[in-house]
């Protein structure tokens, strides 16, 4: 075995943190090898804006989450058609979500959710992006497929953060008039429309906020529709034009 380099996997100052949840520990880890697949949340995205560009004049993209702008510079669309919003650093917005949310007055095409990756703060983002999506428009969630326990765990200690997104996919799946599935590629990307604007979402605060990634594994993952990039087809998410 070789030794732990604690600085190559872990946050600063993180250890205090990592023994604080050491209880939630498994060895069980879901086995995708993100680097052999080459579909990523940026080519989701942008096919998105390329099929919306297809049959309307403009298309409107929201970033919830920007942090270097990785995918916020790489998206197709001229920057009067991009909104970023990010507290930090990246974006065109210095704002929290929720600042973003309580003034928004706007209509979006494609939503790409990668900000706080916390159960409760997602759900925010995710509620909030349904209200302001355009018919026939796209929400796109980054890191719903955490590959181990210290990936998901909350609070986060590990390198590689994708927190307890996964459980946004859940109440998703008990929700009402919503269309959703989860592409196995790039850390797992969600990808959900509303069948009309009569969506029910169903929040489980009460069943899903205390659990952990033990959880996920045992009773969850096996549940939820995930695709692989072979299955991915854009035209399921799109009535005829």
Known sequence: MKPLIWHQYFQQNSLKTYYLNIHKSTPKRLEFDWQKIKLNRIDLINAFITHTKNYKQECFYLEIGCNDDECFNNVLLNNDYKTGVDPLKGGNLRLTSDDFFSTNNKKFDVIFIDGLHEYLQVQKDCINSLNCLNDDGVIIIHDMLPLSWEQECVPRFYDIWNGDVWKIGVE???????????????????????????????????????LSY????????????ILSENQFNINHYFSEK
């Open 214 to 225: 033990k959880d996920f594994l045992e009773d969850f993952f096996i549940k939820l529709p």
């Open 172 to 210: 998703i799946m008990h929700s009402e008039n919503l269309n959703f599935s989860i592409i196995s590629c790039d850390q797992g990307i969600g990808i959900l429309k509303k069948n009309n604007n009569n969506f029910n979402y169903r929040r489980m605060n009460n069943i899903l906020a205390q």
